[in-house]
């Protein structure tokens, strides 16, 4: 009984890594006053780029680092789109997403001879696990702890953001920015500059999202391998009420579905895999909906800011 609960903790701690760093990055967007639904497209690039790069050079902290970079790249699309040319930031966020998927496909094909998988990364070169060998195996705390380094990187990324924003003079303006951008700029505040900042952040937040899942969870990048967790992360920060604490909980909150879906999967029971693969979606869903209040997200969120307008 108390291997299952930590085989369950173990796996939820896995799962919900990867939309951990992808809803942060929405968190710190969001926060800026700029809708970010192109998550899924960046979290795909830096799907891609950890495993090419994981790959060629067996180095995944390396890797790691790419996927960041790939995935803020292209959130500065999004960011010269909705902050310079104040474009609907919904319509952007949609090209980013098509954007990502299909410059992964095309970057597939150039360097795996035309696949659109990249080839598998040797054990050897996955992210390490710091405390690996240092328990008994199978025992409570191994399978609880025994995780890839990208999943401490994420808790440790969630008290950071939120130190940044609720302690530094940098998330006062953040902040300040979302809320209300004209009183900002009065006081001199670049608003322009705080939300390109903030843009290129999510997508770096959002690659590594992306290489979480294709250098640890996995060892390569498929075309399904992302396949909506995006989305999925966006709506977790949505859940958590636009705050790093609350986006993690509703991450974690779907990781533990996920668990229980491997778990149940794993014990023989005769249950439909298709019941099972739906099981974390609807239990998220059930258990979020009875759970959380009213989510006010900040007042500029989505609204385009001209300097000398009304």
């Not at 930590?6 to 799962?15: K, N, P």
């Not at 778990?263 to 998220?284: A, D, E």
Request: with cysteine; hydrophobic share 55%; net charge positive.
């Amino acid at each position: 009984m108390l291997n299952s609960l930590a085989f369950i903790i173990g796996t939820t701690l896995m799962y919900s890594t990867p939309l951990i760093y992808t809803a942060l990055g929405g968190v710190v967007s969001e926060n800026s006053g700029v809708v970010n639904i192109g998550l899924e497209g960046m979290m795909t690039i830096g799907a891609f780029i950890g495993a090419t790069v994981g790959y060629y050079s067996g180095n995944p902290w390396l890797a790691f680092l790419a996927a960041g970079i790939a995935g803020g790249v292209l959130a500065l699309l999004h960011a010269v789109a909705s902050v310079t040319f104040a474009a609907d930031q919904v319509v952007s966020g949609i090209a980013i997403n098509f954007l990502g998927a299909g410059i992964s496909l095309f970057l597939s094909r150039m360097f795996f001879s035309g696949s659109v998988m990249t080839k598998p990364i040797s054990l050897d070169h996955k992210m390490p696990r710091p405390f690996n060998n240092m328990f008994a195996e199978n025992s409570f705390f191994d399978l609880v702890l025994n995780q890839y380094a990208t999943v401490y990187l994420a808790f440790i990324l969630v008290l950071v953001l939120w130190y940044v924003l609720y302690k530094t003079k940098l998330g006062l303006r953040i902040r300040a920015v979302g809320e209300h951008p004209r009183a900002a700029d009065t006081l001199g505040i670049d608003v322009f500059k705080i939300r390109y900042l903030a843009v290129i952040l999510s997508g770096v937040f959002a690659g590594f999202g992306g290489a979480a899942m294709s250098l640890a969870i996995v060892s390569n990048f498929r075309p399904t391998l992302i396949s909506g967790h995006g989305f999925i992360a966006l709506a977790a920060m949505i859940f958590g009420k636009w705050r790093p604490q609350g986006a993690m909980w509703a991450c974690l909150l779907f990781g533990a579905a996920q668990g229980i879906a491997v778990y149940l999967g794993s014990t023989g029971i005769q249950i439909p895999t298709q019941l099972l693969s739906m099981l974390p979606y609807v239990l998220t869903l059930l258990i979020l909906m009875g759970f959380v209040g009213k989510a006010t997200a900040p007042a500029a969120d989505g609204v385009p800011y001209e300097k000398g307008g009304k």
